[in-house]
Structure formats: structure tokens, C-alpha cells
């Protein structure tokens, strides 16, 4: 390791290195290099320095060089030392992070950061599998040849090294001569040989594996054709293709396709999908249809595996890349496709630091690169769907199941007035009775898990609250407690009323807890399988699940998202879906599109592979509208209708919407402070007459005010044109910067919030 640095004496010009560091203040830091021998130079943009900052020494990226600082040369601090000898990104990466922090609002060094996998944010070296080599020492070249006679191992060893003094052997390379690991200990000692910390390939790494060709490709169908005809037209060139498809009609063959045509030119193809789509069976799909490695990023990986695929990726020794969100990040050698599966899904979003959506990073990367990028979904986002309708995309249809199965019949259970058994009507039960009877599949889904979503007390009318949340306590009656789904605070189950001490405290409503419970009852001898994120942990977990449904025996499915997407189960035949009144009476503008493509997506899982597909959707509301319209013309007939209202209301995406939300532990303090905010933005902007492009909106109270203990308010910024909003933005910024927080406050912006209440 070097000295630690001393600054370069003052009267000599040096040039200074410009460092990106993860902090809060949206500026880059001047250093001086590390000794006075070494200049800037040696520090490539992409390089990662450890460097003093505070008390401590944290990791920075350099970005460039700097001949003159802010800071007066005698208060700039040196780099410590480099970490590693190479730019771990490049001026591709350095770029994507510059026009994320301005597009996101995001100080520029902390979304720099956002594009590291964990491990090279520590100051460690970049290596994910090091493995211990040993060298010769120069002192090693010059013993005698009849040293160490009477260790004839030793002597043999230092003779292998001394052969070539540039080569080095690793534990096992010396085993493989008989050579045991304590022999090169015993050379060290005497200053003989050296020890090397050398890459490796990962023996058994979770993170990359080996596609092996073993199913052919499909013939494709003609709109598969025509599909994947637009992709090849497209590669090279930044073009965005939005791939529309009904559930089942054949999405994924034409991505594998395209895959197929990126390869052939020796370029690397980036596959996004949704959190919970990135099941073994997904990754089983891509690996059986090519013979190349695939690098796989999920939740569920060490930082060490996430580190070994970026660094095989980053130096194209993987041909194809699939992960959730932050997958988007990966530095590629030689990217040339990137595909988002259903990029309408909110897993897309990153909810808290930089609120990114990677569906839209994706986009800008295929631009930055110019390479294309194909946007697929049954229920296409509206934002895509502009973008197709004004041109701005190419556009592709997959109207029909592949399969060629009927798409699955849908009708409403009015459950006005009715009696229901544990929340299932009458109907409900029949359809699923038929349909086990003839020894098929069926699913409930119920978008709510534990067992009662409200305790209370029939005699005082007390029920059961979070103390952190505005928000009431799920009973989850095999785990023995109550559990705010917000927050996550536990407590027990009261045996009788806190307030009146009544033992008549009522357990109402159905989750996936009780539902499974009654229908173990009332599907004696039938198999239930219970699938929510109580029920079945890990990804592990859920494939095994799935699994066991894949084997197509009659069985009974209740479940919640997990179940919603994606998945391809061929004997299942009945939906039941319960509850989506409430998403129908959601104050939110976005509810309802949101409530169209969950009914999509859970209905498209009847009868994918059967001509018995039938969706029954229990309902106080069956003349809704947009129920209506959704049963006769599915998705794809109602999303127009949702995108005119849009337009009429001024609503995103014909507008564009930031928020800047605040919470506080004290209450009043986060509302009080964004009015501050408020009421100097509105001066500025009318000093600058930007108010007919764009507006900031009252502030208020979060529709749930308070959450794990803190006061939450939010302000809302909508603009005509995005360049506008850009403008607001930066003014609200300089408002920020301006003020003094109040002490506890947090803040953040959310551009294109995908949730506004
Ligand atoms: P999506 O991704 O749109 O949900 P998939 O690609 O998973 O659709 O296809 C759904 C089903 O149809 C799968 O079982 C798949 O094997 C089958 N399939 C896809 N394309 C064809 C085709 N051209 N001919 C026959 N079957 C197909
Ligand atoms: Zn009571
Ligand atoms: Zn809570």
C-alpha cells in the first residue's frame, strides 16, 4: 500500500482530481493527488480512490480533472490511495449518472453511486473470487542452487519459481504437483516466495450460469413475425419498439428471438423483469434456449455474486444479462438489445433514493448507446402507449394466445344483498367445485394477506391500531399476532377489549390466512395451496410452489401478486378474484388503470392452454364502467378510453408531475416547512411569469399523515411542458438549499411519482 499522501507543496502547479463521492450535497470534491510524484494523469475518470472526507475515508470515483478549486489550496486534502488499477466504469456510465442526477434531481456523486453493485462501493478491491497465488522473490533469484537440500519439497518448489520469475501458481496448481499449501508458507517465511491475490473464476456462483441449448425455437406465428421482423430493423440504432400482447400471446418467444439476433451480431442483450417474475422457471427458459453464459442479478443474491456478474458483464464475458430493477445499472462491454418485460409494472419504481424507474432508465440508456430497446406488456403502461400513438415508438400487436386457447370468459358475481361463506359467493363455490371435479386447477386471488384485516370490539366499537401508523392492525392468527402491513410493528393478540375489557372482540374480514382455512373446509380432500409472502419465503419457497402446480393435478390456489403474473400454470381453469372494489374507489388518478391491469394479468392466468378458461370477479359494483368496458374489450379495448380521460384532466402523461415530499417525528413540521417552500416558489414564479407552464400545488398531508411514527406531507408539481417542470424543480431546489431544515426533517423528490395520495 503507498504512503499515505502528503499534499503537494503549494508553489507548484499540480492539477487537482475531481471526485464523485456518495453524500447528500450535489457537488463533486477536489482532491490532490496522492503524492507529489503522481499527477492527475493517474487517475482515470471511473477510477475508485479511497479519500479523506470529514473524519473519514470513504470511496470516490474520479470524474476528471480539475485545475482550479473552490477550495483554497492550502485547505484541499490528497487521495489516499487508488483502488485497483483500472476505471471500474466508463464515460458511458460516468454520463448515465450525470443525466440521472438531472433528470431525477439527485445529488450527481450519490446516483454515481447508484449505478455500483454494493461491493465497490466499500473500499475493498473489484475482485468477487480471489484465490492465492505464489511468486518467487527477486531475493528468491539470487540463492544458491544447492540451498534448501535438506527440504527437497522446499527446493522443488522454489525451483518451479524461479523458472519463470513472472509466473505465479495458485494453491491448487501446487497440490496438483504435490506441493502442499504449507511448503509455499514455509518459503514466504524465509523470503522466498510471495503471495498474490489473483481473480478466478467463481467455481459454483449462483449469480452466472451456462445456457445449454435443449428446446428448439417455436414457428412463429404471423404477428410474431412481423414482431420480431421490426426488432431486426431496429438493432444498432437507439429505436424504442412498445411490443403489446395480450397474456400468452407469445411475448417472450419473440424477446428469446430478438436475443437470438443480438448473439448472432456479438452483442450482449439486457432482459428486465418485474420483482416477482424472476422465478427458476424464467431463468430455466432463457438458459434451455441458448449455449452462452447468463448473468442473473436478483434480491436474493450475496454481494460477492452480484460483483462476479457485473464484473462479467462489464467485460462481455456473458452474453446475456436478466435481473430485476437495478439490473438497468449493469455496465455492459457490448450491449446491444435491452428488453423490459411488462414495463408497466410498479417494481420498476424505486421508492426511496433515487426514485428511478428502470423502465424508463432503460430507454435512456438504449439512447446514450444507441442500441434499440423493446418495451413488452399485456396491460402497456399509458406513458408507452402515447409514446406509440405519437410515433415516437414503433409499435407491434400480439392480439391472440399463442397457444391458440379462447381467451378466458369473464363475468360478474353481483354479491350485493348476498350471503357469502368466509367471503365466497355461492357462485364462486360452484365454479370451483366443477372445476376440481373435472380435475382441473383453480385460483382464488385476494389481494390482502393474514387472516382478519380489522379487530374490534363489538361493545365499545375499539379496534385494534398501529401506534406508529395511521393505519389499522392485520391479525395473523397462526403467527399469534398483530402486524401493522406498514411499518411492521408486531404486538400481541389481546384476549379481551384494552378499552372496555369486552371478550366480544370480533375478527372481521378475509385474508389469505382465513381463506385458506375455510377452504380446507369446504374443499375437504382437495389439495389447497396457500401462496403469499407469509406462506411461502424465498424464491426457493415459491418455486417449489410452482413446481408442484406445474404437475397439473387438481389442486386449489389462494394467493395474492405472487400469484398474479407472469406465471404459465396449464391446468389451471378458474379465477376467482375478490375484493377490487376497493382499487375501483381509490382517490388516486392512477387506481384505476392500476385495477385494470392486475384484473388482466390475474385473469390471463385461465386457461392458457385449455379452451375452459373462465374468470369470475365477486363485485358491489358490476355496472361499474370500466368494468364493464374491460369485460367486453379486455385491456387493450379500455386503455384508450383511460388515456382520453387523461387528457381531458390534464393528468400525466400529456402533463408531467414531481413531488417534493417531507416527514418529520414532530407533527406540523414537514407541512409547515413545504409551505415555506410553497409560498417562496409561487413569488419566484411570478417574478418570472412561469405560472401558465407550470403549477405547485398546496401542500399537504399525506393520505396516510402518519407512518411508522413520522408526520408526512407532500407537495405537488405539475408542469405542461418537462422543461418546465425542470425549471420548478431547480427553483425548488435553490429554496431548499436556502433554508435552514428544520432538525429531523427528511425530504425528497419523486419525479414522475407513481403514487400521489
Ligand atoms: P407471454 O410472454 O406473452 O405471456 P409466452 O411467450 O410465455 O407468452 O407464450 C405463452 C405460451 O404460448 C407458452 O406456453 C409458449 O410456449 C406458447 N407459444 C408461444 N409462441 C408460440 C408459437 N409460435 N406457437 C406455439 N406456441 C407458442
Ligand atoms: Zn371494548
Ligand atoms: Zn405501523
Known amino acids: 500500500m503507498p504512503d499515505p499522501a502528503k499534499p503537494a507543496s503549494t508553489n507548484r502547479s499540480v492539477g487537482l482530481v475531481r471526485v464523485a463521492i456518495d453524500a447528500p450535497l450535489d457537488k463533486y470534491f477536489d482532491y490532490l493527488p496522492a503524492t507529489a510524484s503522481s499527477g492527475p494523469g493517474d487517475y482515470p475518470p471511473g477510477l475508485r480512490v479511497l479519500v479523506p472526507f470529514g473524519a473519514r475515508k470513504v470511496v470516490g470515483i474520479v470524474v476528471g480533472r480539475a485545475e482550479a478549486s473552490d477550495v483554497p489550496r492550502d485547505k484541499l486534502k490528497a487521495i489516499q490511495h487508488s483502488l485497483g488499477e483500472h476505471p471500474v466504469i466508463g464515460e458511458q456510465e460516468l454520463a448515465l449518472a450525470r443525466r440521472l442526477a438531472s433528470y431525477y434531481h439527485y445529488p450527481r456523486g450519490a446516483a454515481l453511486f447508484c449505478l455500483l453493485p454494493n461491493a465497490l462501493r466499500k473500499p475493498v478491491a473489484a475482485i468477487a473470487h480471489s ?168 434480491s436474493g443474491l450475496s454481494d460477492r455474486e452480484r460483483l462476479a456478474a457485473w464484473l462479467a458483464a462489464a467485460r462481455g464475458e456473458v452474453d446475456i444479462i436478466i435481473g430485476t430493477r437495478s439490473a438497468v445499472f449493469t455496465r455492459c462491454a457490448r450491449l446491444g438489445l435491452v428488453i423490459v418485460d411488462e414495463e408497466h409494472d410498479q417494481s420498476y419504481k424505486q421508492q426511496d433514493s433515487l426514485h428511478y424507474n428502470a423502465r424508463d432508465v432503460a430507454v435512456m440508456r438504449g439512447q446514450a448507446l444507441g442500441v434499440p430497446v423493446v418495451l413488452g406488456s399485456a396491460t402497456a403502461s399509458l406513458e408507452s402507449v402515447l409514446n406509440a400513438q405519437r410515433g415516437r415508438y414503433h409499435y407491434a400487436l400480439l392480439e391472440r394466445r399463442a397457444t391458440g386457447a379462447m381467451p378466458p370468459q369473464i363475468s360478474f358475481i353481483d354479491i350485493r344483498k348476498q350471503v357469502l361463506h368466509e367471503g365466497l359467493s355461492d357462485a364462486a363455490i360452484t365454479a370451483i367445485a366443477d372445476t376440481l371435479a373435472a380435475k382441473r386447477q383453480a385460483m382464488i386471488f385476494i389481494n390482502r394477506r393474514g387472516f382478519a384485516p380489522l379487530l374490534l370490539c363489538h361493545d365499545c366499537g375499539w379496534s385494534a391500531n398501529c401506534a406508529d401508523c395511521d393505519a389499522r392492525l392485520t391479525l395473523h392468527r397462526s403467527a399469534g399476532e398483530l402486524r401493522c402491513h406498514h411499518c411492521d410493528r408486531r404486538s400481541p393478540i389481546p384476549s379481551s377489549c384494552p378499552r372496555c375489557q369486552s371478550t366480544q372482540v370480533l375478527q372481521l374480514g378475509q385474508g389469505t390466512e382465513r381463506l385458506f382455512d375455510a377452504l380446507q373446509g369446504l374443499f375437504s380432500g382437495t389439495q389447497v395451496l396457500r401462496i403469499d409472502s407469509d406462506a411461502v419465503r424465498g424464491k426457493k419457497a415459491l418455486a417449489e410452489h410452482i413446481n408442484l402446480i406445474n404437475r397439473g393435478e387438481p389442486l386449489l390456489l389462494v394467493g395474492t401478486q405472487m400469484l398474479a403474473k407472469g406465471h404459465d400454470f396449464k391446468a389451471l381453469d378458474t379465477v376467482v378474484i375478490l375484493d377490487v372494489d376497493q382499487g375501483l374507489y381509490n382517490p388516486d388518478f392512477r387506481a384505476a388503470v392500476k385495477t385494470l391491469q392486475l384484473l388482466e394479468q390475474v385473469a390471463g392466468r385461465a386457461g392458457r392452454d385449455s379452451n375452459n378458461g373462465q374468470v369470475l370477479i365477486q363485485t358491489h359494483l358490476p355496472d361499474h364502467p370500466l368494468l364493464q368496458q374491460w369485460q367486453a374489450a379486455g385491456y387493450l379495448g379500455v386503455r384508450d378510453a383511460l388515456l382520453d380521460e387523461r387528457r381531458e384532466r390534464g393528468l400525466p402523461p400529456f402533463t408531467h408531475m414531481a413531488l417534493l415530499r417531507a416527514d418529520s417525528r414532530k407533527p406540523g413540521t414537514a407541512l409547515a416547512f413545504l409551505r415555506t417552500i410553497q409560498r417562496q416558489l409561487a413569488r419566484e414564479q411570478r417574478m418570472y411569469g412561469d405560472t401558465a407552464n407550470a403549477v405547485c400545488a398546496e401542500p399537504g398531508a399525506a393520505f396516510m399523515e402518519r407512518r411508522a411514527g413520522r408526520h408526512r406531507a407532500q407537495m405537488l408539481m405539475q408542469a405542461n411542458e418537462r422543461s418546465a417542470l425542470h425549471r420548478l424543480l431547480h427553483s425548488a431546489r435553490a429554496q431548499l438549499e436556502g433554508n435552514k431544515l428544520p432538525g429531523g426533517l427528511r425530504l425528497s423528490i419523486d419525479v414522475d411519482p407513481q403514487e400521489s395520495t
Open 131 to 298: 484465490e492465492r497465488h505464489w511468486q518467487a522473490t527477486v531475493h528468491a533469484l539470487g540463492v544458491a542452487d544447492d540451498a534448501l537440500r535438506r527440504a527437497p519439497k522446499q527446493q522443488a518448489l522454489l525451483k518451479l519459481l524461479i523458472q519463470d520469475p513472472a509466473a505465479h501458481y495458485s494453491d491448487s496448481a501446487l497440490r496438483e504437483r504435490e506441493l502442499p499449501a504449507q511448503i509455499a508458507l514455509q518459503l514466504e517465511k524465509k523470503g522466498l516466495a510471495r503471495r498474490l491475490e489473483v481473480e478466478a473464476a467463481p467455481a459454483n456462483c449462483n449469480s452466472i450460469i451456462q445456457g445449454q441449448r435443449s428446446t428448439a425455437q417455436l414457428a412463429h406465428n404471423d404477428q410474431q413475425a412481423r414482431a420480431i421482423e421490426q426488432i431486426e430493423g431496429m438493432l444498432g440504432k437507439f429505436e424504442v419498439q412498445l411490443l403489446e400482447g395480450v397474456t400468452g400471446s407469445g411475448k417472450t418467444e419473440v424477446y428469446l428471438a430478438a436475443i437470438d439476433l443480438a448473439i448472432a451480431r456479438s452483442e450482449q442483450a439486457m432482459v428486465l423483469v418485474p420483482e416477482i417474475g424472476l422465478t427458476p422457471q424464467t431463468i430455466q427458459r432463457f438458459a434451455s434456449r441458448f449455449d452462452c453464459k447468463i448473468a442473473i442479478f436478483h
